[in-house]
């Protein structure tokens, strides 16, 4: 079982990204997945999640209108759209298994993790 | 959005001590309470959901207890590899939240 992102970088304040995640090692589509960051030197916050067909997603406020969660599930891949960025959300950006069907759940398996920075 | 506190912030301990970290969140979470720990450098790892239940492959001295809005989780005798910092979570509701973390350090 494993998680493993991509596409974090450097950006300019209002710039876009878009990250992504490969899963393996398991039923891809069955589970809710989700999106945490940690802010370098600070504790962990959670981003999104989308449940485990795509039709039900949901944010964190600060990251609302701007962040954007999909999923293939026939690439067994997950993915964030960061649109507008801004200095605040430089972090590193953990993509994380959630539930078996369930949008309501822990999170037991985590990517390494990949770093965006957001600095002019 | 539900808030979450934990206390202490940080404190420090001797291998074999029996360690107690609690958790509060603002409004009933019932059982849906989750802790991590995570080491510098390191993605997160759970170690118990369900606010008692122990995840897999995870050592028996971790335990937890609680439910509604008071948490805890208790290591009965710590060892080297658990100086790391502990984070509650909720699952409850969206936005899900974290506690802001309780680091344990070495005496």
């Known amino acids: 079982v494993q998680l493993v992102e991509s596409g974090g970088g450097v950006v300019q304040p209002g710039e876009s990204l878009r990250l992504s995640c490969a899963a393996s090692?398991?039923?891809?589509?069955?589970?809710?997945m989700d999106w945490v960051r940690q802010a370098p030197g600070k504790g962990l916050e959670w981003v999104a999640v989308i449940s485990y067909d795509g039709r039900h997603k949901f944010s964190a406020d600060s990251v609302k209108g701007r962040f954007t969660i999909s999923r293939d599930n026939s690439e067994n891949s997950l993915y964030l759209q960061m649109n507008s960025l801004r200095a605040e959300d430089t972090a590193v950006y953990y993509c994380?298994?959630?539930?078996?069907?369930?949008?309501?759940?822990?999170?037991?398996?985590w990517g390494k993790g990949t770093a965006v920075t957001v600095s002019s | 959005a539900i808030q979450m506190t934990q206390s202490p912030a940080s404190f420090s301990a001797s291998t074999g001590d029996r360690v107690t970290i609690t958790c509060r969140a603002s409004?009933?979470?019932?059982?849906?309470l989750a802790w991590y720990q995570q080491k510098p450098g390191k993605a997160p790892k759970v170690l118990i959901y369900?606010?008692?239940t122990l995840q897999s492959g995870v050592p028996s001295r971790f335990s937890g207890s609680g439910s509604g809005t008071d948490f805890t989780l208790t290591i009965s005798r710590l060892q080297s590899e658990d100086f790391a910092t502990y984070y509650c979570q909720q699952y409850y509701n969206y936005p899900f939240t974290f506690g802001p973390g309780t680091t344990v350090d070495i005496k």
């Open positions: 409004q009933d979470v019932s059982s849906y």
């Open positions: 090692g398991f039923t891809f589509s069955g589970y809710t």
């Open positions: 369900a606010a008692s």
């Open positions: 994380a298994r959630g539930g078996f069907g369930e949008v309501y759940s822990h999170m037991d398996v």
